[in-house]
Every structure is written in C-alpha cells, then in structure tokens.
C-alpha cells in the first residue's frame, strides 16, 4: 500500500460543475497537506496547503481534512476547462525527520466545455 | 515574485556520460529539494538541503550527488547515467521553518 493513495481517475465534469479529488494517507502521525496543480510537461503548481481539520477556501478552491479518517479533499467549484490537468496531493509524512513530501500518484481532471 | 530557476532546461546526454543540474531557490528560501519524475509518475524526492547541508535523502542512486552552495544555490551531479535516468528533475525550495515547497520549471534530461 502506498503512503499516499488518490484515484488516478481520469475524473471527467462538465465546465461549472464541481470537481471533487480525494486522498488518502497512511501516517497518523501527518500534520501537513498540500495539493499541487501539474499541466503535462510542466512544474507543480502549490495551490493550496491545509494543516488542521476542518475546510479551508481560497477562491474557487476549498480543502478539506478529516485527520481521523486520514482523508484530504479538494473541491474545485465552477470548474473550468483550464483547470484540466493532473492535480497532485503531497503530505508531509510524521515519520520523516525533515520535510521531504511524499506525494500520491495524481488524478487527472478533465473539464469538458 | 521571484521563482526557482533551473538550467539547463532541456539536456540530452549519452550512457555513460556525466551530467549537472542547476537550481537557483526563490530569494530568502533556504531549503532545497531535488526530485525526479519519470513519465506518468509523480515526483519522488532525491535529497534536500537546509543551510547547506544535507538534511534528507530519498530514493537517489549513489551514481547521483548533490551540494548546496554559500549563495543556496544546489547542483545535482550525475554519472554514469542510464537510459533509465531519463526523466524530468525538478527543483524545490522552501523558506525556513515551513513545509510548503514550491517548484522550479524543471530539467527534461533525455539519455539516449
């Protein structure tokens, strides 16, 4: 079993409608969790960060952590086509001395006009 | 606002060959990490530095080494490179006491 588990998906929604991407992480113990935005070919973009439970907004984005369940989301709201690309959740594993992150392995979101 | 930079940003390299990348951090970030990934994976982290010095290491290959420098930039050395080394490097930096990293624009290393 992989540290960090997300549905590769395609996940495909219609332009407007709400994109819902989850994850999953194995160590208890994380405290930090991150979800990167990665275009084919292109860097990861940082586009949201979350440490405690509960929901976190920012624009069309909200995160949401549920640590007793270790279960991270990020819903995309009004979604658009440009917001198709791969998104990538990271966490920063409680049992790594530094800060290494330890990523999922992507799901890819299409967004269909 | 500043970002990472990287060079070069595309490099083609035969087997056996040695090869460098180059990571420039965002100015005031004093954490570097270097990962590698291969086509249709996501990122595995290589190494990272704090204050120029070592503080993780990853899934590397002894083949590969890294530094970080007085001025915080990083260099990746790589030797005796494989064909499976093919991959996109990118680059990360963080400032101190915070988690979030935020990547470079990357290094397409092609070993034919």
């Not at chain 1, 990861?44 to 007793?68: C, H, V, W």
């Not at chain 2, 010095?53 to 002894?62: A, F, H, L, N």
């Not at chain 2, 420098?69 to 494989?82: G, K, P, T």
Request: one cysteine or more; charged letters at 20%.
């Amino acid at each position: 079993q992989k540290e960090v588990e997300q549905n590769s998906g395609p996940l495909s929604v219609p332009e407007g409608a709400i994109a819902s991407l989850n994850c999953t992480y194995s160590d208890r113990g994380s405290q930090s969790f991150f979800w990167y935005r990665q275009y084919s070919g292109k860097s990861p973009e940082l586009i949201m960060f979350i440490y405690s439970n509960g929901d976190k907004e920012d624009g069309r984005f909200t995160a949401q952590l549920n640590k007793a369940s270790q279960y991270v989301s990020l819903l995309i709201r009004d979604s658009q086509p440009s917001d198709s690309a791969t998104y990538l959740c990271a966490v920063h594993l409680y049992n790594n001395a530094g800060n290494m992150l330890t990523f999922g392995g992507g799901t890819r979101l299409m967004v269909k006009p | 606002a500043a970002g990472v930079i990287q060079s070069p940003r595309h490099l083609i390299k035969e087997k056996r060959e040695t090869a460098t990348l180059k990571c420039y951090p965002i100015p005031r970030h004093d954490t570097v990490y270097w990962y590698q990934q291969g086509p249709g994976q996501d990122p595995q982290f290589l190494i990272s530095f704090y204050e120029k010095m070592q503080s993780d290491k990853g899934s590397i290959p002894d083949r590969f080494s890294a530094q970080q420098f007085s001025d915080y930039h990083s260099e990746l050395n790589m030797s005796s490179l494989e064909l499976g080394d093919s991959a996109l490097y990118f680059c990360a930096s963080s400032p101190s006491f915070s988690n979030e990293q935020f990547f470079g624009p990357g290094t397409r290393l092609t070993v034919l």
